[in-house]
């Protein structure tokens, strides 16, 4: 991944849920953040219901080439404090977490890039 930008993840208001939005940015110019960023949005839903989990806002690294907007696929694994997925179009995220398993679990799902 040639660029690093943040992102903050936050599953619905349920005890446990299969569905979470994560929200980040993607630099205009990587190579000068000066020029500010743009919104970006990720509606997921995964193959498995989770405990509650959420990130701090902006604690979450975002890697990423490119962004394009629309459908997605994702795999990863959440528990313990920790998130880690990657997507179809390449985009990985990860980090911290309050929340979710106490033990790794894997988990596969969809969701749809939003630009703001």
Known sequence: MSNTSFATIKAEDNAIYSKFTVKGA??????D???????????????VAVPKFY?????????????TAGYDTFRGNIG?????????????????????????????GSGTWIQA
């Open 55 to 67: 990130s701090a806002d902006k604690s979450l690294t975002l890697l990423y080439d490119t962004f």
């Open 33 to 47: 953040h000066d020029e500010g960023s743009v919104p970006i949005t990720f509606n997921a839903n995964s193959d």
């Open 80 to 108: 313990g404090g920790k998130i880690f997925f990657k997507t179809g179009k390449g985009i990985t995220i990860k980090g911290d977490v309050t929340g979710g398993p106490a033990e790794g679990q894997n988990f596969v």
């Open 26 to 31: 993607m630099w205009n110019n990587p190579a």
